[in-house]
């Protein structure tokens, strides 16, 4: 009868922890993270090192690559990028993989706008518009943006209410 009673504990005791681990969630995905360097050395990169730069790492096998060179580029492009200096550099990962490396790039394309001393002050993983780049260079307000007058756009009640 002992016998019995310890089997139907056990027996009891195995179908909660069963009833338990059927329950428990599974761990969600893992999303890929990537890291971005937080300084740079501007001996790395061409240039003086006085100006302000946008560099774009890229691979040859990469179509979004390409949107995000021609993104820094046209911004490089813009008068009030010339008047700053600001200077583009493409690293393609065959051609420049030490340097891919040393930073530890491990998704393209990554751009990274530097300041003078070095300071990445914004990494973009995929593609960018230039308006993200003009606003990290040169402030929240590019040139190709038009700031809304105060009482424009929703959420004002006084610019949806008809005029009386």
């Known amino acids: 009868m002992d016998r019995i009673v310890v089997l139907v504990v056990l027996t009891a005791i195995a179908i909660g ?3 338990l681990l059927q329950r428990r969630r599974p761990d969600p995905p893992s999303a890929p993270s990537y890291r ?21 790492f890229t691979s040859a096998t990469c179509s979004s690559c390409a949107v995000a060179v021609e993104s820094a580029t046209k911004v490089a492009a813009s008068e009030k990028a010339k008047a700053a200096g600001v200077r583009v550099q493409e690293l393609e990962v065959n051609r420049d993989a030490k340097l891919h490396a040393r930073y530890r790039i491990d998704g393209v394309p990554s751009t990274l706008v530097v300041d003078a001393e070095g300071v990445v002050h914004k990494t973009f993983f995929g593609p960018t518009e230039p308006t993200e780049l003009e606003a990290v260079l040169f402030g929240a307000a590019s040139e190709d943006q038009v700031e809304a007058e105060p009482n424009d756009g929703p959420g004002n009640d006084e610019a949806t209410e008809p005029n009386g």
């Open 17 to 19: 922890v069963a009833l």
């Open 36 to 56: 971005a360097p937080t300084q740079v050395d501007r001996a790395d990169f061409d240039g003086s090192g006085d100006e302000p730069l946008i560099v774009v």
